[in-house]
């Protein structure tokens, strides 16, 4: 069964330190998420990306964070200078379509970031 | 609004019950509604969903049903074993996914 992947799943840095978080999406969807998941809180969305740009963001989403689909393969989520309350579970996504058109979302196992 | 509430937030039953967990969404234009499992260190799961054309949806021990009218939906799992505990998500898809809180499911065996 196809699968997104993430990498690494757990991630460590020092506050002010860049992270970049790696997804591989589903190889024939066109439309890719990331959220983010304080520990014991709900799921939140950050960003939609499609056709090599954003498409909606979430008001988390600010200068600090960025995302970039580098090759045909890989999604990224880059946090500029890590705060602390940036330390959460972070999970990539996608869809075949955009998910207005109902559409299932498949998730990543997500990469826990730590942020000390 | 955006906002889906779930209730409750913490749910204790015992194996071989059934479990209830229900939300409410507030934005009319949503038409689909998926339920996500989520178990410990690992993604959210996508275990059921019901589109707006549909009242309720079945699958073995889980369903869903949905009132449109009233912006309700809810889970229902039959004959619950200690696997399926886990924090269950509602969620609306607009144009982007919008969470519930989650509730924590945990089945006593």
């Known amino acids: 069964e196809p699968e997104v992947t993430q990498t690494p799943s757990h991630q460590v840095t020092q506050m002010g330190q860049e992270v970049i978080l790696r997804c591989v999406p589903i190889s024939n969807h066109l439309y890719f998420y990331w959220y983010r998941q304080i520990l014991g809180q709900k799921v939140e969305f950050l960003v939609s990306f499609y056709n090599n740009e954003i498409s909606e963001k979430s008001e988390i989403f600010d200068d600090q964070f960025s995302v970039e689909r580098p090759d045909g393969s890989n999604f990224t989520l880059k946090i500029r200078s890590t705060k602390l309350e940036d330390s959460a579970m972070y999970f990539c996504?996608?869809?075949?379509?955009?998910?207005?058109?109902?559409?299932?979302?498949?998730f990543g196992q997500g990469t826990r970031l730590t942020v000390v | 609004g955006e906002n889906v509430e779930q209730h409750p937030s913490t749910l204790s039953v015992q194996e071989g019950d059934s479990a209830v967990i229900k939300c409410t969404y507030s934005?009319?234009?949503?038409?689909?509604f998926p339920w996500y499992k989520q178990e410990l260190g690992k993604g959210p799961q996508l275990i059921i969903d019901?589109?707006?054309?549909?009242g309720e949806k079945k699958d073995q021990r889980i369903a869903v049903t949905l009132n449109k009218t009233a912006k309700h939906f809810s889970l229902h799992i039959t004959e619950t074993q200690p696997e399926d505990s886990a924090v269950y998500f509602c969620a609306r898809e607009g144009f982007k996914t919008i969470f519930g809180a989650g509730t924590r499911l945990f089945v006593k065996a």
């Open positions: 019901i589109r707006s054309n549909v």
């Open positions: 934005d009319s234009a949503s038409n689909y």
């Open positions: 996504a996608s869809t075949i379509q955009r998910q207005a058109k109902n559409t299932e979302a498949f």
